[in-house]
């Protein structure tokens, strides 16, 4: 005995995985994306979170110092800037990254 019915739910059941297939073999970066992460890259992501951690804390203290013994007068500027461009360097550093790479376009 023939059922058309059951054939037509057959063919909707077999339909959705295969129109998923097909939208994964379309669209490979998306389908890929977890496996392109390398363990270097995570890595070195971890210890720049890890550092940028530790050093807001001593950025803000060694602000602190520099204004007191600016009040004190008893600091020299040149302490005062290098430490200015040394926090720009720290908390900037992806963004200096990211922009070199792309000079040089690697």
């Keep these: 005995m023939h059922y ?9 059941h077999l339909a959705l995985p295969s129109i998923l297939f097909a939208v994964a073999l379309c669209a490979p970066d998306q389908t890929m994306a977890q496996g392109q992460a ?8 971890s210890l720049q979170t890890n550092i940028l951690a530790w050093l807001t ?7 602190m110092v520099l ?10 500027w040149g302490w005062c800037i290098g430490a200015i461009l040394g926090i720009a360097i720290a908390f900037g550093a992806p963004q200096i990254v990211t922009w070199v790479r792309g000079m040089f376009g690697v």
Excluded: E
Excluded at 67 to 76: H, I, K, T
């Design 4 to 12: 058309p019915c059951a054939q037509r739910l057959r063919l909707k």
């Design 38 to 45: 390398s363990p270097f890259m995570t890595g070195a992501t």
């Design 57 to 63: 804390p001593v950025a803000i203290i060694l602000v």
């Design 67 to 76: 204004g007191g013994m600016a009040m004190a007068n008893r600091m020299s």
